[in-house]
C-alpha cells in the first residue's frame, strides 16, 4: 500500500512554529517512502476562520520546500490531486451522506436538547460530583434529524480500548473515554471528530500524525473507526512543545514567533527545518545539522520521544548560524538582498560581495547584516561606551590614545600596498614600535574606524575599507 500522510490545518490566522513541525513529520514518512503527501484544509469552524490564513500555510510550506502532492495549489484557487475536495466546507455532501447512513443504521441520533438543558446537565453531574456524559442522557425517542440540528454519534459500546500509538507507544483509556460526540453541528457543518475519520477514510491515508492534544480522543475515534468498519490508519501523536521554562506548553506569549516572522528576520528555511525536525526527534548520534534529504534519510516517528520538547530559540539562531556558513557566497548573496543597510545601496556588487564573503561567518541570522556590515559602506556613528566599557582602553588617558593613533597614522601613512597581507605586517610593526598588546592597540583601531562593537579580522577589515576612509576615519577622531 502506498503510503499516504497528510497535513490538516484550520485556517485560523496564526501559523504557530508547532504547526509546521505537524506537516514536516508527514512530509518525511511519505517522501521516505516514495508515498503522497496531502495538504486539507480543515474549514469547517466558520467561527475562527481568518481569511488569508490559507494563503498563508501554503507559502509557509512552500518556502520551507515541502511541497505537497495534493491540495490546493500553491497560488490561486483550485486543486490537484484525484480524492478532493481538499477543503473540508466543500465536502459537505460527503460528510451528510455518512451522516444519512449512520442514522440509519441506528449509530447517529438527532440532539433534542436546548443549551439550558444540557447545562442543567452538566450541574448535575457536577454536585453529583461525577463526570458529565452526554450518553447518559441518550433521549429514549430522539426527534427526526434534519440539517440545522445537531447530530450525535451513539458510541455502540462502553468499553476500554487499547491501541498502539507509533510515538507514544502502548496506551489505553477506559470507558469514561468514550462519549456521544456531535458529528454534524447546527450549521450543516461537521465536527473536526467526525469530518477528520471520514476524510482520512476517503483520501486513503495511511498515517495520521498530529499533535498529542489529540491523544485523549482518541479512544472515541476508535469507536467510530469500529461503528463504521473502518480500519485506523497508524496513529502517532507527536509530543507538545513546551514553552522555553519547560514547565508549560508554548503559547504566543512565550517568545514563539509565527514561522512568517521568523522568515522576515532572516532566518533560512533550511535552519528552520532541521530546528523543527529536531524539536522532540534525534537519530540517537549527536549530529546538529541535517538537510532536507537527511531528515528523508534519517527521520524515523519510533524515535520521537514522547514528552514534551523545549522550544530554544536560541538553538534556532545557532542553527542558523551554521546554515548561513554553509551557503556559497553567490547564494548567500542573492538571499540577504533585502537586508543591505540603506547605504549599501550605490556600492557595486563585487563590493558587497567582499563585505559579504567577510561577515558570512558571524552572521546568525540574515538580520544581522546592518549591524555588521554598515561602516563598510557609511560613516559610523562614534559610540563611546564602547573605549570607556573596553578593560585595557578605559585605563588610557586621551592623550596616550592620541599618541597611539599618531604613531598609527603615521605608519599607515606610508603603506601603499594596501593588501590585507601588507597591512597585517604594518599591524605586527606597530605593536613592537608602540609595546602595546594587540588588545589594546588593534581594538583601538578597530573600534576608531568602524565603530561597532565586532568586525572580521582587522587586517581584512582595514583592506576593504580602503587607505582613504580609514585614514579620514582615523584624522576625525579626537578622544
Ligand atoms: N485541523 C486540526 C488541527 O489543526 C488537524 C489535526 C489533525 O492533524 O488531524 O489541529
Not at 449512520?102 to 463526570?131: C, S
Not at 528576520?265 to 540517537?284: K, T
Not at 582602553?393 to 592623550?399: D, F, I, N, R
Not at 614600535?433 to 582595514?462: C, E, H, M, Y
Amino acid at each position: 500500500m502506498t503510503t499516504r500522510t497528510r497535513f490538516a490545518p484550520s485556517p485560523t490566522g496564526y501559523i504557530h512554529v508547532g504547526n509546521v513541525r505537524s506537516a514536516l513529520y508527514p512530509y518525511l514518512i511519505a517522501r521516505q517512502s516514495g508515498g503522497k503527501f496531502i495538504l486539507r484544509i480543515e474549514d469547517t469552524d466558520q467561527a475562527r476562520f481568518v481569511d488569508g490564513t490559507e494563503e498563508l500555510i501554503k507559502d509557509t510550506l512552500h518556502w520551507l520546500g515541502l511541497d505537497w502532492d495534493e491540495g490546493p495549489v500553491l497560488s490561486g484557487a483550485g486543486e490537484t490531486g484525484d480524492r478532493g475536495p481538499y477543503h473540508q466546507t466543500e465536502r459537505r455532501e460527503i460528510y451528510l451522506k455518512w451522516a444519512r447512513e449512520m442514522i440509519g443504521k441506528g449509530l447517529a441520533y438527532a440532539d433534542p436538547y436546548t443549551p439550558e438543558q444540557v447545562q442543567a446537565f452538566r450541574d448535575q453531574a457536577k454536585a453529583e460530583k461525577r463526570a458529565f456524559l452526554y450518553r447518559d442522557h441518550r433521549p429514549e425517542n430522539p426527534p427526526e434529524w434534519h440539517l440545522g440540528m445537531p447530530l450525535r454519534f451513539k458510541t455502540p459500546e462502553i468499553k476500554r480500548y487499547t491501541w498502539h500509538d507509533a510515538v507514544m507507544g502502548e496506551l489505553s483509556a477506559g470507558p469514561e473515554a468514550l462519549d456521544d460526540f456531535i458529528l454534524i453541528k447546527a450549521d450543516g457543518l461537521p465536527t473536526y471528530n467526525f469530518a477528520h475519520i471520514i476524510d482520512d477514510f476517503e483520501m486513503n491515508v495511511t498515517h495520521v500524525i498530529r499533535g498529542a492534544e489529540y491523544v485523549a480522543s482518541t479512544p472515541k475515534y476508535l469507536s467510530l473507526y469500529e461503528a463504521l468498519d473502518i480500519a485506523p490508519p497508524i496513529l502517532a501523536h507527536v509530543p507538545h512543545i513546551l514553552a522555553p521554562s519547560g514547565n508549560k506548553k508554548l503559547g504566543k506569549r512565550d517568545g514563539a514567533k509565527s514561522v512568517s516572522e521568523y522568515r522576515d528576520e532572516g532566518i533560512l528555511p533550511e535552519a528552520m527545518l532541521n530546528f523543527l525536525a529536531q524539536l522532540g526527534w534525534n537519530d540517537g548520534t549527536d549530529q546538529d545539522v541535517y538537510s532536507l534529504d537527511e531528515l528523508i534519510e534519517k527521520f524515523s516517528l519510533d524515535r520521537v520521544q514522547k514528552s514534551g520538547a523545549r522550544f530554544d530559540e536560541q538553538r534556532l539562531i545557532w542553527l542558523n548560524g551554521q546554515w548561513i556558513r554553509r551557503l556559497s557566497l553567490e547564494d548567500l548573496y542573492a538571499r540577504v538582498q533585502n537586508y543591505w543597510p540603506a547605504s549599501a545601496k550605490t556600492a557595486s556588487e563585487a563590493y558587497k560581495k567582499q563585505v559579504l564573503a567577510l561577515t558570512q561567518d558571524r552572521l546568525k541570522t540574515l538580520r544581522d547584516l546592518p549591524l555588521l556590515t554598515s561602516y563598510f559602506f557609511e560613516e559610523p556613528t562614534r559610540d563611546e561606551s564602547l573605549i570607556s566599557n573596553n578593560k585595557q582602553l578605559k585605563k588610557l588617558s586621551p592623550e596616550e590614545i592620541s599618541d597611539l593613533l599618531d604613531i598609527v597614522k603615521t605608519e599607515f601613512e606610508k603603506l601603499d600596498d594596501w593588501t590585507s597581507e601588507a597591512i597585517q605586517i604594518c599591524l605586527n610593526q606597530l605593536l613592537e614600535i608602540t609595546g602595546q598588546k594587540p588588545g589594546v592597540l588593534f581594538s583601538l583601531i578597530r573600534i576608531v574606524v568602524t565603530w561597532a562593537p565586532f568586525s572580521p579580522q582587522l587586517n581584512d577589515t582595514l583592506a576593504l575599507i580602503g587607505k582613504e576612509t580609514m585614514m579620514a576615519r582615523l584624522e576625525r577622531f579626537n578622544p
